[in-house]
């Protein structure tokens, strides 16, 4: 049947078309396949090819590098489960996933996946690439951003851009609300909003800073302002710039702020603890200087001009000689020096200076500077002037000296010497004088002046009392004190500054000295060769001398009354009977010694009891009193007369023969019979008896002579009274008168 071979051919025909297609089908998309291994092999990022049954058809050399070898199955990777199944999933091409790969032997990976459909000849044969991006390098960089913002956030660091052309600040800062206490997040804010929240102050910097940026610094610049916090206070900023630049031209600077606030708050703190050191120190009455390991100055305070001539600012580097300490003071002071350089031990000296011409004391402490670890590294010195301090002890311990003097009962020439002296130990220019009122209280006369030129006090006797008679004169004329401070133009010397004058004597002070009662005692001047007014402290100094002065007047006028009172008689006034004895005693002794006269007269006045009797016991008195006053009248000043008792009554005539006692016994005699006594209203008449004797070279005492004399009166009395009887022969001078 030919029909059915033409079929049977047909058919043939037909399926060896088929298959001639169908291997041609095989072929090509071999070939595809080849291709896509091919491709996977040179793609230089890693790269698998996949089965969807999860066999690694290609691994390419990158992915190998990568992931290690071999690389037959997925489940060689060790894939996250999660990764595992979205790899599984069928389709996703062009999807990406994060994975990491912790490997045993090796470190952890951060893997992109991204999973492409490789179909075959347009259709899904079931392969895929999986491209691997390593991501770990992106990882840590995301990390280190991370750290970076946190370490923003802690470190109170902010970080601002300042675009010029609009005029803006731009900041990503994360601890701006830290630091600045500006709203969280991004900051943009205009130039001049910016400005204003900068403080008056420090804005001009700022400002100079934006308007010409070009004056920063090429490298980092450096810049600290103050910026108004979102809370209101004021913050400090330490701000570091960077220049950002964009087509050649500066586009914006790059400020990295720090907050400095309580660095700079410690800063003021000591700054303003240094300023009140630095006041102390700097107005401190003490001289403070240090000085380094070669004894050189290297600071030292104002105070040092009052003491050195030369300028505070050229004492430092210098040596302390070179200082001009005087050498007294360098032979005290460079010693203890070398003494703290050797030691490390603090000392204290005691140094005596010359200051512009006058002396002073000075405490001075040497204290070691000791570093970190021990070592000297300078040395501190500390003066004081203790002149005012030395004085005042000294004054202390003078005049404890003048108070023991006068309850010693030293004589009182001697306590006024002493306190004249003890004013001018106390101001070394002074010269000093006392003068007392006589005791009628009509003049002057100088009683201590020690440090007075001799012709000057020469003159200072007999001064009279008046508103022009010097300062003195003066002083105790108008009861206060006298300042006169230039004696060349004052006109209350005007008679006497030809005597001050040329023994350089210029200016004079006197203060008037008075008595417990207000009795006015005399003066206390003291002199300077200078024109000048006292100031306080010599007015203190002068006072306390002028009260010395006046307890020792006192005291000295007092023992004087007791004296008087112990060795006179009350009532007439003469020397006692024990008093008498004693001068003369003293008397024989001189004359025996020297050998000269002495005559001695015993009196007694005749009838006395009688005068009582008829006039009464206070007559009796007058008539006492009466021949004492003749016996004034008569006798010399260097004769000795004494009340011996009752109406008895004796005389030592030294320098005196018997015949010249004769003569004034006889004158007394005389003047008493022809006297007498009114006494109330009666005139009452006396006589006296009179026995004289001489000391003889036999007499060793008063006694010998004394008891003929007394002999001899009682020998007037008995021949009949108002006579004289001598020891020897009556004298063979002519009686005078
Ligand atoms: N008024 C007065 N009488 C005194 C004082 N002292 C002694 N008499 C008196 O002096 C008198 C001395 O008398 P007599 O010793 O007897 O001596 P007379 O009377 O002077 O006689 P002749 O010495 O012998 O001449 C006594 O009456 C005493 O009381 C005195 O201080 N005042």
């Known amino acids: 049947m030919p029909s059915s071979g033409w079929l049977l051919a047909l058919l043939a025909m037909l399926a060896g078309m088929a298959l001639g297609s169908a291997v041609t089908t095989l072929q090509r998309r071999h070939r595809e396949r080849q291709r896509r291994l091919q491709a996977c092999a040179e ?69 992109r996946l991204e999973k492409r459909l490789a179909d075959l000849d347009g259709q899904d044969a079931g392969l895929s690439w999986l491209l691997l991006h390593d991501i770990s390098q992106e990882d840590d960089d995301e990390r280190g951003q991370q750290l970076w913002r946190e370490a923003l956030q802690d470190s109170r660091l902010a970080l601002f851009e300042y675009r010029l052309a609009p005029r803006r600040v731009y900041g990503r800062v994360l601890a701006a609300d830290n630091v600045l206490g500006l709203p969280p997040g991004w900051v943009d804010i205009g130039f001049d909003h910016w400005l204003e929240r900068v403080h008056p102050d ?30 209101g206070h004021w913050e400090w900023l330490e701000q570091r710039t960077q220049l950002r630049h964009e087509d050649g031209r500066i586009s914006a600077i790059v400020g990295l702020c720090q907050s400095i606030t309580s660095r700079k708050h410690a800063e003021s703190e000591l700054l303003r603890r240094e300023q009140v050191f630095r006041t102390l120190v700097e107005n401190a009455d003490d001289v403070i200087a240090r000085y380094d390991l070669n004894l050189c100055c290297q600071f030292i305070n104002r105070s040092i001009t009052r003491y050195l001539p030369l300028p505070r600012h050229e004492h430092l580097g210098k040596t302390l000689r070179q200082q001009g300490w005087p050498q007294g003071a360098l032979d005290t002071l460079e010693p203890a020096f070398r003494a703290v350089l050797a030691r490390h031990e603090a000392r204290h000296l005691e140094v005596e200076l010359d200051v512009f011409g006058k002396a002073a004391t000075f405490s001075i402490h040497l204290i070691p500077e000791l570093g970190a670890h021990g070592e000297l590294v300078s040395i501190l010195a500390i003066g004081r002037e203790i002149t005012e301090l030395r004085l005042g002890s000294r004054l202390l311990a003078d005049e404890n000296a003048v108070m023991e003097m006068i309850a010693n009962n030293q004589p009182l020439n001697d306590i006024l010497t002493r306190l004249c002296r003890l004013v001018e ?313």
């Open 425 to 737: 130990a106390q101001r070394p220019q002074a010269v000093c004088s006392i003068m007392l009122l006589n005791e009628q209280k009509t003049e002057l006369n100088l009683a201590a002046g020690p440090s007075l030129p001799a012709s000057f006090s020469g003159f200072l006797h007999g001064l009279a009392i008046g508103p022009e008679t010097g300062s003195c004169g003066s002083a105790v004329f108008s009861g206060e004190r006298v300042v006169v401070s230039d004696i060349a133009h004052d006109p209350r010397w005007e008679n006497y500054r030809y005597l001050a004058l040329p023994h350089g004597l210029r200016s004079c002070w006197s203060t008037p000295i008075y008595s417990s009662s207000r009795e006015m005692l005399g003066a206390f001047a003291i002199y300077y060769p200078t024109p000048r007014n006292p100031g306080k402290a010599e007015l203190r100094l002068t006072d306390r001398c002028t009260h010395l002065a006046s307890i020792a007047l006192e005291r000295d006028r007092h023992e004087k009354q007791l004296y008087f009172l112990a060795t006179r008689d009350g009532l007439t006034g003469l020397l006692n009977r024990r008093s008498f004895m004693e001068v003369g005693e003293a008397e024989v002794l001189r004359s025996k010694r020297y050998g000269h006269d002495l005559s001695i007269m015993m009196m007694d006045l005749d009838h006395f009891k009688g005068i009582n009797d008829q006039h009464g016991h206070a007559t009796g008195d007058q008539v006492l009193q009466h021949f004492a006053t003749l016996c004034g009248n008569t006798f010399r000043h260097a004769d000795i007369v004494g009340r011996l008792g009752g109406e008895e009554f004796g005389v030592l005539l030294p320098f005196t023969t018997l015949a010249e006692a004769g003569i004034l016994a006889e004158r007394l005699r005389a003047e008493v019979d022809g006297s007498v006594v009114m006494a109330c209203g009666v005139a009452v008449h006396y006589t006296v008896s009179i026995g004289i004797s001489s000391v003889f070279p036999d007499d060793k005492d008063i006694d010998g002579p004394l008891s003929r004399a007394d002999t001899l009166l009682y020998q007037a009395k008995t021949l009949g009274r108002n006579r004289i009887r001598y020891d020897g022969d009556p004298p063979s001078l002519p009686l005078a008168g």
């Open 43 to 111: 793609m230089a990022a890693p790269c698998l090819l996949l089965h969807a049954d999860g066999r690694i058809l290609q691994a390419n050399t990158a992915a190998r590098r990568l992931l290690g070898a071999p690389l037959a199955h997925l489940d060689d990777l060790a894939l996250p489960s999660e990764a595992r199944s979205w790899l599984a999933e069928q389709g996703g091409g062009g999807e990406t996933r994060r994975c990491e790969l912790n490997r045993p032997a090796a470190a952890p990976l951060s893997l």
């Open 202 to 231: 420090d804005r001009d910097a700022l400002r100079t800073m934006l308007e010409h940026p070009e004056r920063l610094a090429t490298g980092s610049a450096y810049l600290e302002f103050r910026f108004r916090h979102g809370h």
